[in-house]
């Protein structure tokens, strides 16, 4: 299991639509069969940027999610709206270590 | 709901206690009424750097969380650890929306 944090920077006139964007993109993403979360997180102290929390099942499940429709038309969609490029940091997960728990 | 990003960078030499450290922390903070989640996360490029990420039903929750002896002793225990200040971010929950999906 892997975790992958994508740190996102949005432009200020953009950012409702990038929230509508990533809706959609979690709600497919969650379906994809080697998905465990999909969260999508606003900085409180921040506004313009976001973080979304990927967790998969194996490396090849994360790598699966950029093959897909929906990924594509998210990154698409979001292209013109960075602020500054964003950041993908996969993560090993330590705790907790059953996959019932995510 | 709230998201907080708890960034812990550790002393080379105390890496294994730290993670110790974190699994009996996690295995009682999920048991906290208003926690949602607590993952415990390690950098996969930089062994020193891990992220608890932290998941409760309100502020309240989250505050409540470090009034707890588990959190304290965790506090003490690594307070020695640290190679650097540690960082908590606050984060909105944007996606998933309904408390069941966590």
């Known amino acids: 299991m ?51 929390y990927e967790a998969y099942v194996s490396e090849d499940a994360a790598r699966a999610h950029k093959e897909t429709e929906h990924y594509r038309a998210w990154r698409d969609t979001v292209a013109d709206w960075m602020a500054q490029p964003r950041k993908g940091i996969k993560h090993t997960i330590l705790y907790p270590q059953e996959p019932a728990k995510w």
């Not at 944090?5 to 432009?11: A, G, N």
């Not at 953009?14 to 999909?38: D, Q, T, W, Y």
């Open 2 to 52: 892997i975790v992958t944090f994508v740190h996102v920077w949005v432009i200020p006139e953009k950012r409702v639509e990038f929230i509508e964007a990533c809706r959609i993109n979690h709600e497919a993403s969650v379906k994809e069969p080697g998905n465990l979360r999909f969260d999508i997180l606003q900085d409180a102290e921040d506004p313009a940027k976001f973080t979304l």
